[in-house]
């Protein structure tokens, strides 16, 4: 990939594209499932202006833009993509989107309330939950597939803010319970844990200088002010557990490995009273490189945190590299067999080769990678030469009981062709070719996070 301008988040397929287009009636190889009835989502920083695309830019920093591609009766009806615009001009999240509570929302952590999206994605507007979020939020809140309701664990980007904020929002989006967990500065916590009966707080050692993160939020930035998120020595590491619904002092914490988490692919209670926790983890990040997580290759860990004998102890799971840990949404919080990544690299990392452990430069994205948690297999689906993916979304099949029974929905960039496609694979078996490709009018730029929404989430 070119560095040209020496910022590898600028070039290439992480370059930001210009405007919004709107393209009906795409064409499809194979056959697309016609059980899939709503909208395929994407979202990342697509930065516009001197200030976000300076030299000092850092990758998770920019204007949000979302990318749709609408599925019905086995057709592929459009694809549109939107500048995420909120009713406050310097908000605008660019990290994921979701249905919640019947709405479509983008959302941001550090500082931003979520923008409620129409499902066309032709409309946009601030939503904080009648107040409850305007503050701000988290990218990852957790989502109980049986009550609906929202956890979250958010981080203030503000001065002498010192603490987390725990949110719960009932499957309406009303919020119900909210809490102040005392933290030392600004630690960057970009995800949490929620099993059946209880949330599990990261409290890793990545934080944000609260002098740029002040200049940020005065609009005043310096140069530099948006790499100001760093490894931290100093900073503990470290997992909090509460009950659901609990506040401060019923928080317990404990030592936990010195890694970075950014995701959790789930967590669950096991029978002996431990939380069972799958996470992706880095050595280290934002120590070596500053632009974007590439320390180290990243990999899927085992943390089971016993409160009982007051320890985190850690299991690397997979020799893999991958990121980008999406489950069955219907097992959130409960046991889990398998996960499906993006892997790093295009053509897939081995961390036991030493010539991968100090790759850095870009977040490379790659193939799509299953991993099985019982038997340890990982099986990878290569999509062909320069052809790569990041975070794919698991959908099940209607009615299906078996936890792989549906599919992988995936954008993947061709570097050939300088365009992406939406592709179908089949959960249970991803080795095997494409079920479906959607030829899409455009490249999408590498971003964070997507999901499948479908009609029955938000309406058609
Ligand atoms: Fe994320």
């Known amino acids: 990939m070119a560095t040209a301008i020496g910022n590898p988040y600028l070039e290439g397929n992480f370059a930001p594209i210009p405007d919004e287009l709107s393209v009906d009636d795409l064409p499809v190889t194979g056959a697309l499932p016609r059980e899939l009835n709503g909208r395929y989502l994407r979202i990342g920083p697509n930065p516009q202006g001197s200030v976000e695309?300076?030299?000092?830019?850092?990758?998770?920093?920019?204007?949000?833009?979302?990318?749709?591609?609408?599925?019905?009766?086995?057709?592929?009806e459009w694809y549109r993509n939107r500048f995420v615009r909120s009713d406050v001009p310097e908000n605008s999240p660019n990290t994921n989107v979701l249905a919640q509570g019947g709405r479509l929302l983008a959302l941001v952590e550090g500082g931003g309330a979520p923008v409620s999206i129409s499902p066309d994605l032709n409309r946009m507007?601030?939503?904080?939950?009648?107040?409850?979020?305007?503050?701000?939020?988290?990218?990852?809140?957790?989502i109980d597939p049986v009550t609906g309701e929202m956890h979250s664990i958010s981080y203030l980007l503000r001065p002498g803010a010192e603490h987390l904020r725990y949110d719960v929002l009932d499957a309406t989006g009303k919020?119900?319970?909210?809490?102040?967990?005392?933290?030392?500065?600004?630690?960057?916590?970009?995800?949490?844990a929620m099993t059946a009966t209880r949330v599990v707080v990261?409290?890793?050692?990545?934080?944000?200088?609260?002098?740029?993160?002040?200049?940020?939020?005065?609009?005043?930035?310096?140069?530099?002010?948006?790499?100001?998120?760093?490894?931290?020595?100093?900073h503990p590491?470290?997992?909090?557990?509460?009950?659901?619904?609990?506040?401060?002092?019923?928080?317990?914490?404990?030592?936990?490995p010195r890694a970075y988490v950014f995701h959790v692919l789930n967590a669950y209670d096991a029978p002996d009273g431990s939380i069972v926790m799958d996470v992706v983890r880095y050595d280290t990040v934002f120590r070596n490189a500053f632009n974007g997580p590439t320390d180290c290759p990243p990999t899927l860990a085992r943390w089971t945190v016993a409160p009982g004998r007051g320890t985190v102890s850690e299991q690397i799971m997979s020799d893999y590299g991958m990121e980008w840990p999406r489950i069955n949404r219907d097992r959130v919080g409960h046991a889990h067999r398998y996960g499906w990544f993006g892997g790093v690299g295009p053509e897939g990392l081995r961390l036991s080769d030493d010539v991968n452990r100090d790759r850095g430069g870009s977040f490379e994205p790659g193939p799509l990678v299953k991993f099985d948690t019982t038997t340890g297999e990982t099986t990878v689906h290569h999509f062909g030469a320069g052809r790569v993916t990041q975070e794919p979304a698991f959908v099940a099949r209607p009615g299906a009981e078996a936890e792989e029974d549906g599919w992988i929905l995936s954008v993947v960039y061709d570097g050939a062709t300088d365009r992406s496609e939406l592709v179908?694979?089949?959960?249970?078996?991803?080795?095997?070719?494409?079920?479906?490709?959607?030829?899409?009018?455009?490249?999408?730029?590498?971003?964070?996070?997507g999901n499948w929404v479908s009609d029955d989430e938000v309406g058609a």
């Open 424 to 449: 179908v694979l089949d959960a249970a078996d991803v080795e095997a070719a494409p079920l479906a490709r959607v030829h899409l009018p455009r490249r999408v730029p590498f971003g964070f996070h």
């Open 202 to 234: 990261l409290d890793l050692p990545v934080t944000l200088s609260t002098e740029a993160v002040g200049r940020l939020m005065a609009g005043t930035p310096q140069s530099g002010d948006a790499l100001s998120m760093r490894w931290n020595e100093e």
């Open 53 to 76: 695309t300076g030299a000092g830019h850092h990758w998770f920093i920019g204007q949000g833009m979302v990318h749709g591609v609408r599925l019905r009766d086995g057709r592929a």
């Open 175 to 192: 919020a119900t319970h909210t809490a102040e967990l005392p933290v030392s500065g600004v630690p960057m916590v970009h995800d949490m």
């Open 237 to 256: 590491s470290r997992v909090g557990v509460l009950p659901r619904g609990g506040t401060a002092d019923q928080l317990r914490w404990f030592d936990a």
């Open 125 to 142: 507007a601030t939503w904080d939950a009648d107040g409850a979020l305007r503050a701000g939020f988290t990218a990852h809140p957790k």
